[in-house]
T-cell receptor, first 115, second 110 residues
C-alpha cells in the first residue's frame, strides 16, 4: 500500500497570505489528523477528521481550518499567515478513530516558511 | 492531561541494546502507552504500544512497570538507522488523542 502523501512538500508564503495543504491517507483509512511541529513547541495537535466530520480540535486559532472529502483526502487551510506559523505540518492517517489502540501513520510533512 | 517524562537525550553504541525510559506517574487505568520515533527529516513512525503487559514486535520491546507509572522501550541491537527522537505518548481521554512530549533524542555511536 502507498503511504500517506502530502503536497506540497515545501511552501514559502508571506505574512497575510493564506495557504492550503493537502493530505492523501493510506487507502482504506478513514481518519486524518493534522499536527504542527516547531522546534520550540514540538508536535501539537491541530484537528482530526473522520468520515468527513471534525472529531477533535486542538488549541489553535480559527485561522486554522480543515476539511475532509468523501474519499478521505483532507486539506488544511491557514488564513492570514503570521511569522509564527512557520513550521512542519504533518498529516497522519489511521484506520479508525477514537480507539486507544489506533496506530497513526504519518506523511513526510509540508514545510511552510512564512516571510 | 496525563504527561510523560523522558530524558532529553541518550547515547548508545552500535549493535548494543538500548533502554529508553519513560515516566508517566499520573497514568490512568485506561491509558495506553504508545511509542513513536521520528527519524531526521521524516514524519513520526509508530514503534509499539501496550496497556499492562510487556509487548514485543519486530522493531522493539516494551516493558511496562507493574504499577504502570513507568515504561521502557528496548531496542535489542541498535543500528545507526535507529538514531531518532523517540516519543513516549499516552493515548488518553474519551477521544484517545495523542499527547506528545519532547521525546528522547537517541544518538548511536559507530
Amino acid at each position: 500500500k502507498a503511504g500517506v502523501t502530502q503536497t506540497p512538500r515545501y511552501l514559502i508564503k508571506t505574512r497575510g497570505q493564506q495557504v492550503t495543504l493537502s493530505c492523501s491517507p493510506i487507502s482504506g483509512h478513514r481518519s486524518v489528523s493534522w499536527y504542527q511541529q516547531t522546534p520550540g513547541q514540538g508536535l501539537q495537535f491541530l484537528f482530526e477528521y473522520f468520515s468527513e466530520t471534525q472529531r477533535n480540535k486542538g488549541n489553535f486559532p480559527g485561522r486554522f481550518s480543515g476539511r475532509q472529502f468523501s474519499n478521505s483526502r483532507s486539506e488544511m487551510n491557514v488564513s492570514t499567515l503570521e511569522l509564527g506559523d512557520s513550521a512542519l505540518y504533518l498529516c497522519a492517517s489511521s484506520l479508525n478513530s477514537g480507539r486507544p489502540t489506533d496506530t497513526q501513520y504519518f506523511g513526510p510533512g509540508t514545510r511552510l516558511t512564512v516571510l | 492531561d496525563a504527561k510523560t517524562t523522558q530524558p532529553n537525550s541518550m547515547e548508545s553504541n552500535e549493535e548494543e541494546p538500548v533502554h529508553l525510559p519513560c515516566n508517566h506517574s499520573t497514568i490512568s487505568g485506561t491509558d495506553y502507552i504508545h511509542w513513536y520515533r521520528q527519524l531526521p527529516s521524516q514524519g513520526p513512525e509508530y514503534v509499539i504500544h501496550g496497556l499492562t503487559s510487556n509487548v514485543n514486535n519486530r522493531m522493539a520491546s516494551l516493558a511496562i512497570a507493574e504499577d504502570r507509572k513507568s515504561s521502557t522501550l528496548i531496542l535489542h541491537r541498535a543500528t545507526l538507522r535507529d538514531a531518532a527522537v523517540y516519543y513516549c505518548i499516552l493515548r488518553e481521554g474519551s477521544n484517545y488523542q495523542l499527547i506528545w512530549g519532547a521525546g528522547t533524542k537517541l544518538i548511536i555511536k559507530p
